[in-house]
């Protein structure tokens, strides 16, 4: 009985010994006898003891292999160190398992000799220059090689491109250069614009100050024609009132005589008087004489 009960509690701890729960984004490669059987997948499965064995454990998340720099030549024989990162995820279990020894070996491996192809074909500068080309070729040829190893390829990025010290130091002038270019560049166009803006002002005030001067003279002149128009008017107003009033032939001559006191201003040396107004002042002169005597 006792070795009954010792039975039962072996065989017991075998079998739960061999219960296998499998995790989220986890896969299990299964041999039985030595040869491939199946792909447990998430959740809880029974291995039969002895026969049974998990001959990888995989998994299927998304993985990223940093690889170190390896060293290629351009086209143009300039030796630089690129290092590159991928972005991968096993797709089937069993090619990973049973298809190359060593993946991520493998992946390095494939990595550096694709990348020295390319880089091969590409000067310096398209290689400074052409990133997304390297890394877009470089994930087209090695998912299609990896295919075959149950690993798909999503991304491939060359992390860093570390020319010789003495390219550097050349591109760093080159770019000092070019930046103190831009710098005078962008000073002579504010100075230009600067200058623009002050001729456009001086134009600005000229036109403004003529536009006053002009304003002014037909202010001027408006006044002057307005002062004219209004001494004409008072004169035409005199004649008129003084052709209403019916004036008399010595009115009009004292009016004669008036105006040529204007004309003389004081300054005339000889004034012509037409008879009619001499026989006019004769008249005057006789009257105002026969006055006098009386």
Do not use: C
């Not at 192809?117 to 290689?127: A, F, M, R, S, Y």
Request: glycine share 4%.
């Amino acid at each position: 009985m006792l070795a009954f009960l010792i039975l039962v509690i072996l065989i017991v701890i075998l079998v739960a010994s061999n219960i296998k729960i499998v995790p989220q984004a986890h896969a299990y490669v299964v041999e039985r006898l030595g040869a491939f059987h199946q792909v447990w997948e998430v959740g809880i499965h029974v291995a039969i003891p002895v026969i049974d064995k998990v001959s990888k454990k995989i998994v299927m998340k998304e993985l990223v292999a940093d690889f170190p720099p390896q060293p290629v030549i351009t086209k143009d024989n300039v030796t630089m160190q690129i290092d590159t990162v991928i972005y991968m995820q096993v797709t089937d279990p069993k090619l990973y398992t049973y298809g190359v020894d060593n993946p991520m070996r493998a992946i390095e491996n494939l990595t550096a000799t694709t990348l020295r192809n390319i880089i091969g074909d590409l000067e310096l500068d398209q290689t400074l220059t052409s990133r997304d080309l390297i890394n877009s070729q470089m994930r087209v040829i090695l998912d299609e090689a990896t295919d075959p190893w149950g690993i798909k390829i999503n991304r491939v990025e060359l992390k860093n491109i570390m020319p010789p010290k003495e390219i550097q130091d050349s591109m760093e002038k080159q770019m000092k250069a070019e930046r103190e270019r831009r710098e005078k560049i962008l000073q002579a166009e504010g100075e230009k614009r600067s200058a623009i803006l002050v001729a456009e002002g001086e134009k600005e005030s000229a036109i403004l100050a003529a536009e006053a001067n002009k304003e002014a003279k037909i202010k001027i002149a408006e006044g002057e024609a307005e002062a004219i128009r209004i001494v004409q008017q008072a004169k035409a107003e005199g004649i008129k009132m003084l052709n209403e009033s019916n004036p008399s032939a010595p009115v009009l001559s004292l009016k004669s005589f008036e105006t040529f006191e204007k004309v003389a201003d004081g300054k005339a040396t000889k004034i012509i008087i037409p008879s009619e107004l001499q026989n006019t002042a004769g008249t005057i002169a006789a009257i105002a004489e026969t006055i006098r005597k009386q």
